[in-house]
């Protein structure tokens, strides 16, 4: 699957392994994550697009504050193991 900025992803190794994390950038097969909390959308952490699993979901980065992501990724990790 090709990933794309927006798309909330789960990461699949290292310290963050099993968390829900949104793409922030794209550049040179590397994906730079940022999950609101940790990595804030102003610093995200970069990572091998090997080491991620994305799902279908896309949202907008568009003046998405680290609060507002916070709140998504909560509700999205809910929603997927209920």
Same mark, same amino acid.
């Given at each position: 699957? !090709?990933?794309?900025? #927006?798309?909330?992803?789960?990461?699949?190794? #290292?310290? !963050?392994?099993?968390?829900?994390?949104?793409?922030?950038?794209?550049? !040179?097969?590397?994906?730079?994550?940022?999950?609101?909390?940790?990595?804030?959308?102003?610093?995200?952490?970069?990572?091998?697009?090997?080491?991620?699993?994305?799902?279908?979901?896309?949202?907008?980065?568009?003046?998405?504050?680290?609060? #507002?992501?916070?709140?998504?990724?909560?509700?999205?990790?809910?929603? !997927?193991?209920?």
């Amino acid at each position: 699957m !090709d990933v794309q900025t #927006g798309m909330i992803v789960r990461s699949a190794a #290292g310290r !963050d392994k099993g968390k829900f994390m949104v793409i922030a950038a794209i550049a !040179d097969g590397f994906v730079y994550l940022a999950d609101g909390k940790e990595r804030k959308l102003a610093s995200p952490k970069k990572k091998n697009e090997k080491h991620i699993c994305p799902t279908k979901t896309v949202i907008s980065t568009d003046d998405l504050t680290d609060k #507002g992501l916070r709140k998504i990724l909560r509700e999205y990790a809910e929603k !997927d193991f209920s």
